[in-house]
C-alpha cells in the first residue's frame, strides 16, 4: 500500500528573471529511496531548499504527511520529522563530534527552555546522540574537536547530527559530495542502511551511488521534472539521453 | 562552549578568596573601588551572554544598566525607607521589560543592523532620560538613602557601611556567575551556544532561534539592570550618563578585552578597565588617549583578550588530556 | 504658526538632510563594499569642522580656509586607512567596533589637547551671509541655501560617477559582492583606499561647510556618527541611494520633530528607524 510522504503542488520559484524551479509536481512515496539527478544549474538544490522550508516558494504548494507545509518555517519542518543535509559542509566546527550530534538529539525534547539542571543528565539525548555517531561508524571520534577530523568524515559528521533529530524522511543534498572511493562506499552503505527504516531523497552526482541506492530516480532540467522512474525506465529514457548526451555518469 | 578547566577553578577561587579578604587590608578609598570593579563585572558578564555565548553583538547594552538605576531612582529617590526585597526585583523587573521590548523589534535584524539598532534604541532611551523634566534630565536624581536589608525585623546587612556594600556585592557577583554557569550547562545554554556557531543550521535541527535568542537578550538585560540597580544603590547619583552609548561602547571594550565567550574574561576586563580609568588620569590629564592607544594595541596584538594570555600560561601548566577511541566518559558536554 | 515657518523647517530639514547625506554614503560604502564598521567616521566630519575653523582663522576666509582643508583631510584620511584600517579588512565586527571605539577616544581627546573644551563658531562668508525674502516677513539665510545647492551638486555627481563610470561600477560590484569583483580581478586593495578616502573627504567637506550653521564642541563626531548609522540602516548598508532616501527622511522629521515635540525631539529619529525597520529589516533599498 503505498503511502505519499511528501508532494508538491505546482511548486515553483523565481528569483527576478530567473525561474529556478518550474511547476514541479511530484509524489514521494513512503519508505523508499528517491534519488533527483539533473545537470548542474537544474535546480535541484533550490528544490531541497524549498522542501526543508529554508526558502519560500514563489508559488504552489508542499505537504508533508498531508499537511501543508508550503510556508512552514525549518524548524517547524524539522519537528514534523524531516531532517535535511547539506551539500556544503555544515557543521559546528569548533564543536567535538559529540556536541555536534547533541544539539540534533536534544531538538526532540519538548522544549530546550530549561535553565537549572545540566544537559549532560538527559540520558535519552546521550543515548541518541550516541546511536547518531554510532550509525555513521563515528564514535571513534566522539570527542575529537570536529575541524580536525577528515573531509569525508565530517560529511558523515553532517549526516550523524541529522539522524540524532530522528526523523523520519530525509533529505540529503549530495551526501558524496568529494569523497574518495572507499569513504563513499561508507556512505551508500549508511543509506542503505538507513533506507530500511527512513524514507530517503537525495540529490546525487555519483551515478554509481545513485544506482546503488536509489528506487525511484527524478530527472530535473532547467527547473522542470523531465521525467520519473526506475531505475531501469530512467536508463533506457530517450528523452533522458538526449538531455544528457555531454553529461557524465550514463 | 563554556569551557572551565580545573586549574582554572583553582585560580578563579584563590582570585574570589583573594578579594573576599581585601576589605581587611585595604582602605575605604579601595574598598569602593573594588566594590565599583565588582559591579562593572556583573555588568560585563551579562553582555558576555548575549555576545559570547548567543551571538548577539550589541552596542546599546548600556540601555539596562541605566534603566535598572532610574527604576530605583524613579520609585524610591525619595524614600526614607524602602526594602531591597521590592527595589531589587522592580529594578531587574523594568530593565527585562525593556529588554523584551527592543528584543521583540530587534532580533528580526542580524548582523551590523543588529548592532546598529542597538545602538539607537539605547540612544532613544539615553535622550528620554536626558530630556525628562520628572527625572531632572542632565541634573540626574539623587538617592535619599540606601536600601534596607531586613528579614522580619532582624536587619542582615547595613548597605550603608563600605564593607557591607562590598560583600552584598561580592556575593551577588559569584552568585551571578553561577547562575550563568548554570544556565549555560543547561538545555538551554546549549542551544544558544550552537546559535552563536551556526544559527541557520540550529533552525534547521528544530529550534525557533529566534526565541531563544530574545530569552537570552532579556536575561542578559536583566542582570544588566541588577548592575545599574547596584551602582545607582553604590553612588546614590544617577544620571544619563549611565545609558550613554560610550558606557555601551567601553562595557563591549570590556569583555573583548578580557576574552569573550568565557565568563570570566569580561571579569578581569573589567577589573582592569575600572583600574585604568582610576590609575591613568593620574599620569596624565589625557589619559582617554592612552586609553585609546592601549585597545587598539590590544586589537592588534592581543586578539583573544587578556583572558587568551591566561590561558596560554595554564595550557602550559595542565597536564594533556588523553582522547581514547571509544572513551565517551572525556566527552562532555561541558 | 503660518504655512511660510513650516516651509522653512522643511527648508532647514532638506539642508540639514542633505548634509547627512555626504556624511551617511561615506559611511554606507565603507560598510558595503569593504565590510568595516568605522565607528571614527563622525571623527572626520569634526575634523573637517576643526580644519575649516582653524585655516579660515588663518586664512581670514572660509573659502581659502575650506580649500586647503580639503587635501590636508583627504591625507590624514589616507594616514589613519594605512596605519589602522587596513587592518581591520579580514577581522571580525567585533574587532572593528573595538579598534575604531579606540580611534574616537584618541580623535576626541587630540581635539581636545588642540581646541580645548570651549565651544566655537565659524562666521558665515560676508558674500553669503544674507538673507532671502521668502515672504513679506519671513526670510531665509543666503548661506543655508548656498550649501544646500552645493550638496545637490555632489550628490548629482556621485551618482554620475556611481552610475557612469568604470570607477563607479566597481564600486557597485564591489558592494554587492565584494568576492566576486576580487574573483573578476578588481584591484580590491586599492578599491578600498579610494573608497575611503572619498568617505572622508565627504564627511570631512560637510563639517567644513556645516560649520558656520552649527557651533563646533568637543564630542560633536558621535553625534553626527549615530545619527549617519541610523540613516545607513534605514537606507540599506551599501546603497547611495538608500543613503540619500534615509539622510532626507531623518533631516525632515528630526526639524519637525523638534517643532511639533520639543520635549521628546530626539527620540523622533529613533521611533522613525525602528518603524522602518520593523517593516523592511534590511533597510530600504538593497545595494546595487
Known amino acids: 500500500m503505498k503511502q505519499i510522504i511528501l508532494e508538491t503542488n505546482n511548486l515553483t520559484k523565481t528569483f527576478g528573471a530567473l525561474m529556478a524551479v518550474n511547476n514541479f509536481s511530484i509524489e514521494f512515496t513512503k519508505g523508499i529511496v528517491h534519488a533527483i539527478i539533473g545537470p548542474n544549474g537544474a535546480g535541484k538544490t533550490t528544490l531541497l531548499n524549498l522542501l526543508a522550508g529554508e526558502l519560500a516558494p514563489t508559488s504552489g504548494s508542499i505537504s508533508f504527511k498531508y499537511r501543508d507545509i508550503t510556508h512552514a518555517q525549518p524548524d517547524t519542518i524539522s519537528q514534523l520529522g524531516l531532517g535535511r543535509s547539506y551539500q556544503k559542509t555544515n557543521i559546528f566546527p569548533q ?33 541518541r546522540t550516541e546511536k547518531a555517531l554510532e550509525m555513521v561508524n563515528l564514535s571513534h571520534q566522539s570527542g575529537t574537536i570536529a575541524s580536525a577530523i577528515s573531509y569525508g568524515e565530517q560529511r558523515q559528521l553532517e549526516i550523524a547530527t541529522m ?42 552526482h555519483d551515478m554509481d551511488a545513485v544506482f546503488a541506492v536509489a528506487d525511484r530516480l527524478t530527472v530535473m532540467v532547467n527547473g522542470s521534472e523531465l521525467e520519473t522512474g526506475t531505475v531501469d525506465e530512467i536508463r533506457n529514457s530517450q528523452a533522458v539521453q538526449e538531455a544528457y548526451l555531454g553529461e557524465e555518469g550514463f | 562552549m563554556l569551557n572551565i578547566t580545573r586549574p582554572l577553578k583553582l585560580f578563579l577561587l584563590i582570585l574570589l578568596l583573594l578579594v573576599a579578604i581585601s576589605p581587611l587590608i585595604a582602605s575605604g ?32 547594552h548600556a540601555a539596562f544598566f541605566g534603566i535598572g538605576a532610574y527604576c530605583l531612582a524613579g520609585f524610591f529617590s525619595q524614600a526614607d525607607h524602602y526594602t531591597i526585597w521590592i527595589a531589587l526585583p522592580v529594578s531587574m523587573g523594568g530593565a527585562a521589560l525593556a529588554a523584551l521590548v527592543i528584543g521583540w523589534i530587534s532580533i528580526r535584524t542580524t548582523g551590523v543592523y543588529f548592532l546598529m539598532i542597538t545602538l539607537a534604541f539605547s540612544q532613544m532611551f539615553y535622550f528620554f532620560f536626558f530630556e525628562s523634566k520628572h527625572f531632572n534630565g542632565d541634573d540626574g536624581v539623587f538617592m535619599n538613602t540606601k536600601p534596607e536589608i531586613f528579614l522580619g525585623s532582624f536587619q542582615l546587612l547595613d548597605l550603608n557601611h563600605e564593607i557591607s556594600f562590598f560583600y552584598f556585592v561580592l556575593g551577588l557577583l559569584v552568585a551571578v556567575f553561577l547562575l550563568l554557569v548554570m544556565i549555560l550547562k543547561a538545555p538551554f545554554g546549549q542551544v544558544i551556544t550552537s546559535i552563536c556557531a551556526n544559527d541557520q543550521r540550529v533552525r534547521a535541527l528544530g529550534y525557533a532561534i529566534q526565541r531563544y535568542k530574545l530569552v537570552s537578550f532579556v536575561i542578559g538585560g536583566a542582570i544588566a539592570g541588577l548592575a545599574g540597580f547596584l551602582e545607582a544603590a553604590h553612588t546614590g547619583f544617577i544620571t544619563p550618563s549611565f545609558l550613554s552609548w560610550h558606557e ?4 563591549l571594550v570590556i569583555i573583548i578585552l578580557g576574552g569573550i565567550g568565557t565568563l570570566y574574561g569580561p571579569i578581569f576586563g573589567a577589573f582592569a578597565l575600572v583600574l585604568l580609568e582610576d590609575l591613568l588620569p593620574e599620569l596624565t590629564d589625557n589619559w582617554k588617549l592612552m586609553l585609546g592607544v592601549i585597545i587598539i594595541m590590544v586589537v592588534l596584538f592581543l586578539p583573544n583578550g587578556i583572558s587568551s594570555m591566561g590561558k596560554k600560561l595554564i595550557d602550559r601548566l595542565k597536564p594533556k588530556p588523553i582522547t581514547e577511541p571509544g572513551s565517551s566518559k572525556k566527552t562532555t558536554v561541558s | 504658526m503660518e504655512p511660510s515657518f513650516y516651509f522653512i523647517q522643511l527648508l532647514n530639514g532638506i539642508q540639514y538632510g542633505f548634509l547627512l547625506f555626504l556624511v551617511a554614503s561615506g ?7 569593504m565590510d568595516v564598521i568605522n565607528l571614527a567616521h563622525g571623527s572626520f566630519y569634526m575634523l573637517g569642522a576643526y580644519l575649516a575653523y582653524w585655516l579660515s582663522g588663518v586664512f581670514g576666509s572660509l573659502f581659502l580656509g575650506i580649500l586647503l582643508a580639503i587635501p590636508l583631510a583627504v591625507m590624514l584620511g589616507w594616514v589613519v586607512e594605512k596605519v589602522a584600517i587596513t587592518h581591520l579588512y579580514k577581522r571580525g565586527h567585533l574587532d572593528q567596533v573595538l579598534l575604531t571605539y579606540g580611534l574616537i577616544l584618541i580623535f576626541d581627546e587630540l581635539q581636545i589637547i588642540l581646541w580645548g573644551n570651549d565651544s566655537h563658531g565659524v562666521e558665515v562668508p560676508s558674500i553669503l551671509s544674507g538673507s532671502i525674502p521668502l515672504t513679506d516677513i519671513q526670510v531665509y539665510p543666503v548661506y543655508r541655501l548656498v550649501v544646500s545647492l552645493v550638496c545637490i551638486m555632489i550628490a548629482f555627481c556621485m551618482y554620475f560617477i556611481i552610475n557612469n563610470t568604470k570607477l563607479g561600477m566597481t564600486i557597485r560590484a564591489g558592494a554587492s559582492n565584494r ?13 578600498f583606499s579610494i573608497v575611503f578616502s572619498l568617505g572622508v573627504a565627504l564627511a570631512a567637506f560637510s563639517g567644513m561647510i556645516a560649520a558656520p550653521i552649527d557651533s563646533l564642541y568637543p564630542g560633536m563626531g558621535e553625534n553626527i556618527l549615530i545619527i549617519s548609522l541610523v540613516v545607513v540602516v534605514i537606507g540599506g548598508i551599501g546603497s547611495v541611494k538608500g543613503a540619500f532616501v534615509g539622510a532626507m527622511i531623518i533631516g525632515v522629521s528630526s526639524i519637525y520633530g523638534k517643532v511639533l515635540f520639543p520635549d521628546m525631539a530626539s527620540i523622533v529619529v529613533y521611533a522613525m528607524m525602528a518603524a522602518i525597520l520593523l517593516w523592511k529589516p534590511k533597510g530600504l533599498f538593497q545595494a546595487t
Not at chain 1, 100 to 125: E, H, Y
Not at chain 1, 192 to 201: D, G, R, V
Not at chain 2, 248 to 251: A, D, Q, V
Open chain 1, 95 to 127: 564543536f567535538t563530534c559529540y556536541q555536534n550530534c547533541w544539539i540534533g538529539a536534544q531538538s526532540r525534547l519538548n522544549t530546550s527552555m530549561r535553565f537549572f539542571r545540566p544537559a549532560a543528565k538527559l540520558i535519552d539525548v546521550k543515548e
Open chain 1, 163 to 204: 539522524l540524532a533529530t530522528e526523523p523520519e524522511l530525509l533529505l540529503l543534498d549530495e551526501p558524496l559530495a568529494g569523497m574518495g572511493a572507499e569513504e563513499a562506499q561508507n556512505v551508500i552503505e549508511l543509506l542503505l542502511e538507513l533506507a530500511k527504516n527512513q524514507t530517503l531523497i537525495l540529490i546525487e
Open chain 2, 29 to 60: 578609598f579601595y574598598i569602593g573601588l573594588m566594590t565599583k570593579m565588582m559591579i562593572v563585572a556583573i555588568f560585563a558578564m551579562s553582555l558576555d551572554l548575549l555576545v559570547g555565548f548567543t551571538g548577539l553583538i550589541s552596542l546599546g
Open chain 2, 248 to 251: 555601551s561602547g567601553l562595557i
Open chain 3, 27 to 33: 559611511l554606507t560604502l565603507v560598510f558595503g563594499i
Open chain 3, 179 to 191: 568576492e566576486m569583483a576580487q574573483a573578476l580581478g578588481i584591484d580590491i586593495q586599492r578599491l
